[in-house]
C-alpha cells in the first residue's frame, strides 16, 4: 500500500493507492468465506464504515476503514490495529467516500446490496459516477456486476445468463455471441432493459456507440475470471 497526495472530487486528504485488487466493504450482505477467500488470494480490504466490522465478524482485520463512522463500532479500537479516515461530510455516502479516497487497478464492492434498498440504489449511482475512471465489480450473493465503460469482448458458455443493464439510456451499436442481438437498440432504465440474454457458446462482443457506463452481469462463478481480466 502507497499513499500518494493526491486531491479527489469528494476527498481533499491522500490518497490509498493498492498496487493489487482491492476490495470495498460495505455493511449490507456479505458472505464471511468470500472475504476469507478475498484475503487469502491477496486482495486488499477496506471497511466502508461499518463494513470494517464486517471484515472484523470474518476474523480479518481490513487494511483501511474510510467513512464519517457512525456506524463502526469501537472506533478507538480499530484505530490500534489499521489505518482508519475518518470523512464526517454528509454529503457523499461511505461508499463514495471509500472510491474518492482510494485507487485500486479493480475495485470489488461486497455488502454494498441487501438489507436496505436506498443503499442499493445509492452504490448504483456511486458506480455511475465512478466507472469512468476505474474498474469496479458489485458482487452479491448471486451475481457479479461488472460497471463498463465502451465495448467488451468475453466468452460465456452455451446457454449462460449474460444480463446487461443500463444504468441511464444507452444505445449499442452491435453484438456478437448472445441470443438476443443488442444491434441498434436503446436500453433504458424504464424502458427496453437486457436482462437475462443468455450466451451462444464463445465469443461474445458487446459495443455501445459511446463510453456511457453500463452493467455487465454475470453468475457470481465468474467472478475470478473478472478480476484475472482487469488486474
Known amino acids: 500500500m502507497t499513499?500518494?497526495?493526491?486531491?479527489?472530487?469528494?476527498?481533499?486528504?491522500?490518497?490509498?493507492?493498492?498496487?493489487?485488487?482491492?476490495?470495498?466493504?460495505g455493511g449490507g450482505v456479505v458472505d464471511p468465506a468470500l472475504l476469507r477467500e478475498?484475503?487469502?488470494?491477496?486482495?486488499?480490504?477496506?471497511?466502508?464504515?461499518?463494513?470494517?466490522?464486517?471484515?472484523?465478524?470474518?476474523?480479518?482485520?481490513?487494511?483501511?476503514?474510510?467513512?464519517?463512522?457512525?456506524?463502526?463500532?469501537?472506533?478507538?479500537?480499530?484505530?490500534?490495529?489499521t489505518r482508519v479516515i475518518h470523512i464526517p461530510e454528509q454529503v457523499t455516502t461511505d461508499f463514495q467516500k471509500a472510491l474518492s479516497s482510494t485507487r485500486a487497478p479493480v475495485t470489488l464492492a461486497l455488502g454494498m446490496t441487501g438489507r436496505r434498498f436506498?443503499?442499493?440504489l445509492a452504490a448504483l449511482s456511486a458506480v455511475l459516477q465512478f466507472a469512468p475512471g476505474?474498474?469496479?465489480?458489485?458482487v452479491d450473493e448471486v451475481d457479479v456486476a461488472l460497471a463498463v465503460v465502451g465495448a467488451i469482448s468475453?466468452?460465456?458458455?452455451?446457454?449462460?445468463?449474460?444480463?446487461i443493464h443500463p444504468l441511464v439510456p444507452i444505445r449499442f451499436a452491435r453484438?456478437?455471441?448472445?441470443?438476443?442481438?443488442?444491434?441498434?437498440?436503446?436500453?433504458?432504465?424504464?424502458?427496453?432493459?437486457?436482462?437475462?440474454?443468455?450466451?451462444?457458446?464463445g465469443r461474445v462482443e458487446i459495443a455501445p456507440i459511446d463510453d456511457t457506463p453500463w452493467l455487465l452481469i454475470l453468475g457470481k462463478d465468474r467472478l475470478w475470471d473478472l478480476v484475472a481480466a482487469g488486474a
Not at 4 to 15: A, K, L, N, V, Y
Not at 134 to 138: P, Q, S, V
Not at 154 to 163: L, M, P, Q, Y
Not at 186 to 191: D, K, N
Open 3 to 25: 499513499v500518494q497526495e493526491t486531491s479527489s472530487r469528494h476527498f481533499d486528504g491522500p490518497t490509498i493507492s493498492f498496487d493489487r485488487p482491492m476490495a470495498i466493504v
Open 38 to 81: 478475498l484475503a487469502e488470494r491477496g486482495v486488499a480490504l477496506v471497511g466502508a464504515d461499518g463494513g470494517g466490522d464486517a471484515i472484523g465478524a470474518a476474523g480479518l482485520v481490513p487494511d483501511l476503514i474510510v467513512g464519517d463512522l457512525d456506524s463502526l463500532h469501537d472506533r478507538a479500537g480499530w484505530e490500534t490495529r
Open 118 to 120: 436506498d443503499h442499493t
Open 134 to 138: 476505474r474498474r469496479i465489480l458489485i
Open 154 to 163: 468475453f466468452s460465456a458458455g452455451i446457454g449462460e445468463r449474460v444480463s
Open 175 to 201: 453484438s456478437t455471441g448472445l441470443l438476443y442481438p443488442l444491434d441498434g437498440l436503446l436500453l433504458e432504465p424504464g424502458g427496453l432493459l437486457g436482462t437475462s440474454n443468455e450466451g451462444l457458446g
